[in-house]
C-alpha cells in the first residue's frame, strides 16, 4: 500500500514538472529559430527529415532514459564544443541547439543516426 501510494505521489509529481516544462518561452523560440535557418541544412532539417521540429517535444529537455532534464549549456560555444567532443567519442554527430523550455543549450542525437558520422 506505501509503494502504491509513493508512486502516485512520484506520477504527480512529474505531471507538474511536465506541465510547467510545457511552457516554451518566445524569446528562446525566436533564438532557436534563427540559428536553425542559419545552418546549411535548415531546408533538409524543417521539410525533409523534419528533424528541426523536435525541439518542440519535451524529449528535447528531458533525457528519455533517466526523466531527468538534460546538460545545460549557458552558450552556443560550450555547447558546439561539447557535441564535437561527444562527436568524436562516440563515432557519430551529435548536434547543439537552443532549448525552447529554458535559458540553456543541449545537445543531442537523432535516433536515425547509425552510429557514424555523416559523409558530406
Not at 524543417?46 to 531527468?68: D, E, L, M, P, Y
Not at 567519442?89 to 542525437?109: M, Q, V
Request: net charge positive.
Amino acid at each position: 500500500m506505501k509503494n502504491q501510494a509513493t508512486l502516485k505521489e512520484a506520477q504527480v509529481v512529474l505531471e507538474v514538472q511536465e506541465y510547467k516544462m510545457a511552457k516554451t518561452k518566445f524569446k528562446n523560440f525566436w533564438i532557436w529559430f534563427k540559428d536553425q535557418c542559419k545552418r546549411k541544412t535548415a531546408f533538409r532539417n524543417f521539410f525533409v527529415t523534419r528533424n528541426a521540429w523536435g525541439a518542440f517535444s519535451i524529449n528535447s529537455h528531458i533525457n528519455q532514459h533517466s526523466h531527468q532534464p538534460k546538460v545545460m549549456f549557458n552558450t552556443i560555444e560550450g555547447a558546439r564544443k561539447a557535441a564535437e567532443k561527444m562527436g568524436k567519442k562516440h563515432n557519430t554527430h551529435f548536434s547543439y541547439y537552443k532549448c525552447l523550455f529554458c535559458d540553456g543549450y543541449h545537445i543531442g542525437k537523432n535516433r536515425s543516426n547509425n552510429g557514424s558520422k555523416p559523409t558530406v
